[in-house]
């Protein structure tokens, strides 16, 4: 049902003393509908002057009408309350995290404003009057609200409509001539408007500042896409050079390779070619051995005698044949060759590669400049880090509380369970939860006759009582030690007086990546005390 088929269900189906359905409904002589006993009880504040009257119509009965249920009306009321107006009518009514009207009697109606003037909040029905009375019309209606009462004085019961400058806070009128006499007030409408202009100021400069980021964030864009383009085209440059070098190695590899075979098939057959004019030349020999042989087992003289001469011609020739064997290092020259173009050119990309290294970290420093360091106390809160104390770290003459957040030295020993991280010794020492890296920012306040402030590795000695385990004493530690008249800094034993104003809280910036470590004074103003530049290489 819509808003408009909602509101006639209302007005036609409705008792108009409780604004909800009429509940054993009945119809008085006039013709109006009401429940039986919102009308009984409107009756009976009237019985006294005897004159009976309809709260809509106003027409008046001298007999009080004898009241009898609508049974029609009543089957009527009871499908609308199980159909769908039904769920249409409740959406109307105030829920628990709904503003009800302060006007409805009964099951009350959601409030669609409130007014603070009268500090009340209005249904839709009984808004009405402040649209058409005009003492009404001048009240000033807001969206609807559950706080209305916060906007009356606790001490005179007025509404608060001044404001005091002197203590900044809401105040009625009767405030501004009592309790805050003497004292800078305006009216809260004025102050509002002052805000307002400063708020507006400030939300100027909000816009400012997102625009000027908005452009940076543009400009920083423009940059990614530029080196992003030129990463690609870099990549691609480099994947084509090394293809071609790649190529240009292959071809060369190719012709050498070439080279050797060809070398190789010139020597195998010079050396072939000597194989077989030497097996000639034994298969002779060996043939010439034959018939020495067979004339050295002749029996007959005469015969023997008579071949030797043709024989004797066929003994070995007196010159030998010499063959020069080449040593077996036929390919050494070119494979010493290769090799010192292999070391040549490992050489030459190992260099060129570092520069192009270097250069890439260039840019890189180049493109993450880091922030500027921050100068006054708002600029330090920006880094600011909660610091909890570690129980598992505590000498057993420390006492913790406020979870974890304040330690005092005690006399008195505490019952800390056994563990490895425990400053066990003579050295009243904690260390904090927290592992810090990066900018951090705390405050310490400190009381008392002084206090360490130390900042320590993880692997500083917890057990014993040797300057291994001392804050400041050791390569683990270092410590800004405040005393009601003096500032000391300590790092590795060496100790350095400090010079400035002291206060009750110190402040503490670090900033492990730059390596830097400083102390402030704070007061109504923030002093450096002491500056330290090292190289951090733990947490």
């Known amino acids: 049902m819509d808003q408009k088929g909602v509101q006639l269900y209302r007005e036609n189906f409705t008792c108009s003393i409780c604004l909800d359905l009429p509940k054993d409904p009945v119809t008085i002589p006039c013709g109006h509908t009401y429940c039986m006993n919102c009308i009984k009880l409107q009756w009976d504040g009237e019985a006294r002057r005897k004159i009976f009257s309809c709260p809509q119509c106003r027409q008046t009965f001298k007999r009080r009408p004898v009241l009898k249920k609508n049974t029609m009306l009543a089957a009527l009321v009871e499908q609308l309350k199980t159909g769908p107006q039904a769920a249409a009518a409740d959406h109307c009514y105030a829920g628990p995290e709904d503003v009800a009207c302060d006007v409805c009697t009964g099951r009350k109606l959601k409030a669609l404003k409130s007014c603070l003037t009268c500090l009340s909040s209005y249904c839709e029905n009984h808004l009405q009057l402040h649209y058409d009375a005009p003492p009404f019309k001048k009240h000033k209606l807001v969206d609807p609200s559950k706080k209305l009462q916060e906007k009356i004085c606790s001490l005179h019961d007025e509404v608060m409509k001044m404001f005091c400058r002197t203590d900044q806070q809401i105040i009625c009128y009767l405030c501004s001539v009592n309790e805050h006499k003497g004292h800078d007030t305006v009216s809260a409408a004025a102050e509002r408007t002052e805000r307002q202009r400063e708020l507006e100021v400030s939300r100027l400069n909000i816009q400012q500042i997102i625009q000027d980021r908005e452009k940076d964030v543009e400009l920083l864009q423009q940059e990614v896409e530029a080196v992003t383009l030129s990463a690609d085209k870099l990549v691609e440059d480099n994947e084509k050079i090394s293809s071609e070098l790649i190529r240009l190695f292959h071809k060369r590899s190719s012709d050498v390779k070439q080279q050797i075979r060809s070398q190789q098939e010139t020597e195998v057959s010079r050396v072939k070619e000597l194989q ?45 044949s010499s063959i020069n064997i080449r040593p077996l290092r036929y390919f050494e020259d070119v494979t010493a060759a290769v090799s010192e173009l292999r070391d040549k050119l490992q050489d030459m990309l190992k260099d060129k590669w570092t520069n192009i290294s270097l250069t890439e970290t260039e840019v890189d420093v180049l493109l993450s400049e880091p922030e500027p360091e921050p100068k006054t106390r708002a600029e330090f809160l920006k880094y600011s880090c909660e610091i909890t104390l570690d129980p598992n770290t505590a000498n057993r003459n420390v006492l913790l509380s406020e979870g974890n957040r304040k330690a005092e030295v005690t006399s008195q020993t505490q019952s800390y369970p056994s563990h490895p991280d425990r400053f066990d010794g003579y050295w009243v020492q904690i260390l904090s939860k927290e592992s810090l890296t990066g900018r951090c920012y705390w405050e310490v306040e400190w009381g008392g006759e002084g206090v360490d402030i130390a900042l320590a590795y993880k692997k500083i000695k917890r057990s014993g009582n040797s300057n291994q385990c001392r804050f400041g004493f050791n390569k ?58 090292t190289t951090f290489t733990h947490p």
Request: charged share 20%.
């Open 276 to 320: 077989e004019k030497l097996q000639q030349e034994i298969t002779e020999l060996m043939r010439k051995d034959a018939k020495l042989k067979q004339l050295s087992h002749t029996e007959d003289h005469n015969q023997f005698l008579h071949n030797y001469p043709s024989v004797s011609q066929l003994s070995a020739p007196t010159d030998s």
């Open 476 to 533: 683990n530690s270092c410590t800004f030690r405040c005393d009601i008249d003096a500032h000391e800094f300590i790092s590795n034993g060496n100790l350095s007086r400090v010079s400035g104003p002291v206060s009750s809280r110190v402040g503490v910036y670090l900033d492990h990546s730059a390596g830097i470590l400083s102390f402030y004074s704070i007061s109504e103003t923030m002093t450096l005390l002491h500056r330290f530049q």
